[in-house]
């Protein structure tokens, strides 16, 4: 049975680059990048899934948590379809040393490399940022 599926992701920026893991979907054979964060699960927040994700994904504190937007993706990923109700949130690390280096690490539950992605990468077409429509409403802010 196909599900929507309601995410909350943190929008973290350094300048004008974005906190971002990257994946790759073997189908389309496109690697793609998209903001950590992850399921909000029965009972909490979509704030509270944020905190607990970037716990599970980085080992990583936020402050200054702030919803900025919500987005509709309807998408396809690896031949199936997926439908997403995505929180959009604006934070900080509270560790500075995740800011001082370019290759922040890997997501620690599933390996995926997590880096600052240059938006002019994404608004040149070098790069891929999903969801769909995040990089508009990140252009339209700045």
Not at 24 to 30: A, L, M, N, Q
Not at 91 to 97: E, P, R, S
């Amino acid at each position: 049975m196909t599900k929507i599926r309601p995410l909350a992701l943190g929008v973290i920026r350094r300048g004008e680059d974005l906190l971002v893991f990257e994946g790759r979907d073997h189908t389309k054979g496109v690697t793609y990048h998209r903001p950590l964060g992850g399921g909000i699960e029965f009972g909490e927040t979509a704030a509270e899934a944020l905190h607990r994700e970037f716990q599970e994904e980085l080992a990583a504190e936020l402050t200054s948590v702030e919803q900025i937007a919500v987005l509709e993706n309807v998408f396809t990923f690896e031949g199936r379809p997926g439908h997403e109700i995505v929180f959009l949130f604006s934070a900080d690390l509270t560790d500075k040393a995740f800011y001082e280096r370019d290759e922040v690490g890997v997501v620690l539950d599933d390996g995926a490399r997590v880096h600052w992605l240059p938006m002019a990468d994404v608004a040149s077409g070098k790069a891929i940022l999903y969801p769909d429509g995040l990089a508009d409403l990140l252009s339209a802010q700045d």
